[in-house]
DNA sequence: CTGAAAGCGCTTACAG
DNA sequence: CTGAAAGCGCTTACAG
């Protein structure tokens, strides 16, 4: 614990090197680079010298230099909307444990839906140099990649597509979820349901749309203009939207949910309405069950969406030089109560 | 996008450095450097001819490199127990903004609660050099830190405090809103309440239980031994303490919760019981105002208690040499209908 | 079994 | 305004 004659130190900020270990063990760098990864080649007593000198100096080897040596930095970044939401929570997890599982971490981001901001961190880690990326992009326009994945970044998209460049993409199958939803509504005896979605220019607002339209379609049912309302997922908006649907002189019975966001706020919305609403939401969510009454759902996997799209990188980074590739992760209904209410004619 | 003279080339798998630039450039390698840093003293000619081939080769500074010499990542790591909980969501993306707003990206591990994990994860962070550490401790022994600190490493608890080690931490009062959500209950006629808690290892359960504790002798009343019961969360355990308490002889008419997986669970519990228990639950959660009867919980603030330990790490980072300080984030109990239900005997 | 030299891709300190 | 040399802390390739 005290300074060697050398002047290797422990003092504030400054750590022991390979060099110090060696200067204070009596042996040269590299037999310390052997006894620290473990390589064979070290006699026993110059082992025992060097683990001493070590642990004296509480030297730590510096992956940065390693990394900066050897290539590879065994980490992977994973950029998505925000890590708040619970939609994002498993499936970072599931990244996360894929990684754990090649010996790699991982560097996360959230986008904020904002596609300079997911530029900018997208760029942040090619500069930090990780293997490889996982995206859930907020933008639609992806060339800015194009030189990263040539220079030999891993890139695989999760939950919408790549823009404007062709990539590895693992999605929920959003639009045959969204059928599902609605032809279960149709079943159940609807004909005017509403659709409350997000933006449009998001890749699922767009098929869970296509996924509505093509039931409704399939039935023989005309789609009012009034029906749809894509926008912000922000409550005020949803609930203005949901009102407005309510309160027209034939209001929809029926109302499909484009996400978790919008189904919590028409929840809340239905139930200070004066006559019962169906409702099927897309995304599960926890108490979705203990809601009175239940709500019924499109669930989407978001942990398989992960782990399927963090091992699809690391077989890239193992060395298989497939083509990029779009896998689909099928999505369940679950009815629950909300989804069965008969229409109930205003 | 050809080879250049030099042989430097967009070969996959290959990237040009800043030596490669010059050369196409025909400058020296500091030149390279000042444009890419934005360094004055650089006519605008050969910045021209620079950018020109930066544009070319499809240059990106490496930042590993960068990071080796000048010995700040411009990284902090966090280690929680599991990314995928709605409570550390709020919490993850609250430290993400605070080290954003420093130019620092985030490293993000899941202990599972497995303190060996933790320490496996915590050293591979320092190892990488990230400049800081936010952790939520999963052991109870964070000696292994100390050569870190010691070496620079700023470090931060939160959520539950470190063991014997001195460090900051950044908890939630725990204690005190324990004590208020059993206070609650007895204002409102219970005098039988049960509590059902975490493992009595992690910091939380314990000051929970010392809440529970403080309010009943408080009030006066004794606590049978049968009315506490400490241990997994898991929902099978959970069910089986409160399907205990619920069928004594003299059963409890209340119930506080020790964290949101126990709430869960007791939600489901008791909506099968043949008689309404009131129920408390430590910690908020969505769609807890629209479960019948409304959930009565105490809410603690995570993106509070994010955003207050990125900023204690900065600030040290920024060379306040304060010592390590134990703040405390205030809980709030937010009554909803399940914490106002009246006792029932049986 | 052991180690000196070169180099990973940058920045720093210095000289022109 | 510009650049050659040294060095950050490791690993690689090689020689003894």
Known sequence: ???TARGTSLRYGTRP????????AGVGLKTVSRVVNGEPGVTPDTERRVQEAIAALGFRRNDSARILRKGRTASIGLVLEDLADPFYGPLSRAVEEVARSHGALLINGSSAEDPAREQELVLALCA????GLVVIPAGDDHRYLEPEIAAGVATVFVDRPAGRIDADVVLSDNFGGARDAVAHLIAHGHRRIGFIGDQPRIHTAKERLRGYRTAMAAAGLPVDGSWVSLGSTAPDRVRSAAAEMLAAREPVTALFAGNNRVTVTAVRVL?????????????????????????????????????TAA?????????????????????????????EIAPTDG
Chains 1, 2 share one sequence.
């Not at 930090?128 to 293997?131: E, I, S, T």
């Open 1 to 3: 614990m005290t300074e």
């Open 17 to 24: 090197t390979m060099k110090d270990v060696a200067a204070r």
């Open 128 to 131: 930090r140099r990780v293997d």
């Open 271 to 307: 139930r200070a309405h004066h006559r019962p609403v169906a409702l099927v939401g897309f995304d599960d969510f926890e108490l979705a069950d203990l809601v009175h009454p239940a709500i019924t759902v499109v669930a989407q996997d978001a942990a398989h969406l992960g782990r």
């Open 311 to 339: 091992g699809l990188l690391f077989r890239h980074l193992d060395g298989a030089g497939e083509p990029p590739r779009r896998l689909e992760i099928p999505t369940r209904l679950i009815p629950r109560g909300s989804g």
